[in-house]
């Protein structure tokens, strides 16, 4: 299947697996973006703007904000995570993807595969670091404790509410 994304001029890609399988073995998601979106994520501002390119029903219980950032939106309540501007200054944001991580795993999620895939994936490793922290600093099911790293793991679909 071909996907054409309307927002990047000319940007097609291609499907070439199954939606939500045949993952890379070391990259094991414990959310999907519909479940993510659902549980409030990025503010609720995140690919507002391009929710015609994915399955209408990872929208139909997102927590979306059109407008602008709002991290009430965010199943933590809190912001936790860094403007876009700050990811292009680093140059963490590729043109294939220029929305970032979340949008990568998207089409990944979706069956598109590219070139960039080893390297989010090493991101997503390494974000586990996190996952750590919280066990060592949090009890199990405190959901108050670090909500901002909570969330900021939700934003990478790790699912810090089972930590």
């Given at each position: 299947m071909i996907v054409n994304d309307r927002m990047q001029q000319g940007y097609v890609y291609y499907l070439t697996?199954?939606?939500?399988?045949?993952?890379?073995?070391?990259?094991?998601?414990?959310?999907?973006?519909a479940q993510m979106l659902a549980l409030g994520v990025f503010g609720g501002k995140y690919m507002t703007d391009c929710v015609q390119e994915f399955p209408a029903s990872w929208f139909r219980k997102a927590k979306l904000s059109p407008l602008r950032y709002d991290a009430r939106l965010n199943f933590f309540g809190v912001r936790a995570s860094q403007p876009l501007a700050v990811w292009r200054e680093k140059g963490w944001i590729w043109d294939e993807d220029p929305r970032g991580w979340f949008q990568w795993y998207c089409r990944y999620y979706m069956g598109r595969r590219s070139e960039d895939d080893a390297r989010q994936i090493a991101r997503w490793r390494a974000i586990r670091r996190h996952v750590t922290q919280l066990r060592r600093s949090c009890l199990r099911g405190d959901l108050g404790c670090r909500p901002r790293q909570r969330q900021a793991l939700l934003h990478w679909a790790y699912d810090s509410r089972v930590l």
């Open positions: 697996a199954p939606m939500g399988r045949k993952f890379d073995p070391g990259f094991e998601p414990q959310l999907t973006p």
